[in-house]
């Protein structure tokens, strides 16, 4: 299967996103029965870091292959699509999330959505997988197009 | 059934003496996946790319693109 530069780069960008924040959440979940303590800033902007830099080091890589990496407008429209789809996603999220709220925690046996340490993770899973909905519906349409 | 835009810029780039899809990406102003998903119908261009390949050419728009 021949992937363009644009297309390579969205998969280095899924898979160390949610290789990264994939263990990261991983771990955060099994523990949730133990109610620890929320995780501290530094902890999560190290995260963000890895995931940054990951990232910028294999883009980096492809971009020595590729010279003529610009953006057009068919990019630009693709990119426009994929947010309008995360940004759906997210919304869908907090609602669920505003709606549990109002209800007065009516799942309240989870203690996904009853610590703050539960809480915490859960939004933060909602954005990473909001940001993997924009990466898998930017693939879809660089490989089918519209 | 509905209508869709087709092109003849495969046959125009090989009447072009075989220009290649980078030659006509560089010179049009877009990436060669682009000109390769306007060739393939997977993608219309905006008026502005279309006028652009028109002119690289030098023939109408309609004689390019075709909408039915």
Same mark, same amino acid.
């Given at each position: 299967?021949?992937?363009?530069?644009?297309?390579?780069?969205?998969?280095?960008?899924?898979?160390?996103?949610?290789?990264?924040?994939?263990?990261?959440?991983?771990?955060?979940?099994?523990?949730?029965?133990?109610?620890?303590?929320?995780?501290?800033?530094?902890?999560?902007?190290?995260?963000?870091?890895?995931?940054?830099?990951?990232?910028?080091?294999?883009?980096?890589?492809?971009?020595?292959?590729?010279?003529?990496?610009?953006?057009?407008?068919?990019?630009?429209?693709?990119?426009?699509?994929?947010?309008?789809?995360?940004?759906?996603?997210?919304?869908?999220c907090i609602w669920f999330l505003m709606?549990q709220i109002?209800?007065?925690?009516?799942?309240?046996?989870?203690?996904?959505?009853?610590?703050?340490?539960?809480?915490?993770?859960?939004?933060?899973?909602?954005?990473?997988?909001?940001?993997?909905?924009?990466?898998?519906?930017?693939?879809?349409?660089?490989?089918?197009?519209? | 059934?509905?209508?869709?835009?087709?092109?003849? *810029?495969? =046959?125009?780039?090989?009447?072009?003496?075989?220009?290649?899809?980078?030659?006509?990406?560089?010179?049009? +102003? #877009?990436?060669?996946?682009?000109?390769?998903? *306007?060739? =393939?119908?997977?993608?219309?261009?905006?008026?502005?790319?279309?006028?652009?390949?028109?002119?690289?050419? +030098? #023939?109408?728009?309609?004689?390019?693109?075709?909408?039915?």
């Amino acid at each position: 299967m021949d992937f363009s530069y644009k297309e390579k780069g969205l998969i280095v960008s899924l898979g160390v996103t949610l290789l990264i924040f994939g263990w990261y959440l991983y771990g955060a979940f099994s523990n949730l029965s133990l109610n620890p303590e929320l995780p501290g800033f530094v902890e999560i902007i190290i995260l963000i870091i890895w995931v940054a830099v990951l990232e910028s080091i294999i883009q980096g890589f492809l971009a020595l292959k590729n010279k003529s990496q610009l953006e057009d407008e068919r990019d630009k429209l693709i990119e426009k699509i994929s947010y309008r789809y995360g940004y759906w996603f997210l919304s869908a999220c907090i609602w669920f999330l505003m709606v549990q709220i109002l209800l007065d925690a009516r799942f309240d046996h989870l203690p996904v959505l009853t610590t703050p340490y539960g809480m915490f993770h859960l939004l933060l899973l909602f954005f990473v997988l909001a940001e993997v909905t924009n990466f898998v519906v930017q693939l879809y349409y660089y490989r089918k197009g519209f | 059934m509905s209508k869709k835009i087709s092109n003849n *810029i495969r =046959k125009l780039r090989f009447e072009a003496g075989e220009m290649s899809q980078q030659t006509l990406a560089e010179k049009v +102003g #877009v990436t060669r996946q682009t000109i390769i998903a *306007i060739e =393939k119908d997977k993608y219309s261009p905006s008026l502005e790319v279309a006028f652009k390949i028109s002119n690289e050419f +030098g #023939v109408a728009l309609e004689t390019i693109f075709n909408y039915k």
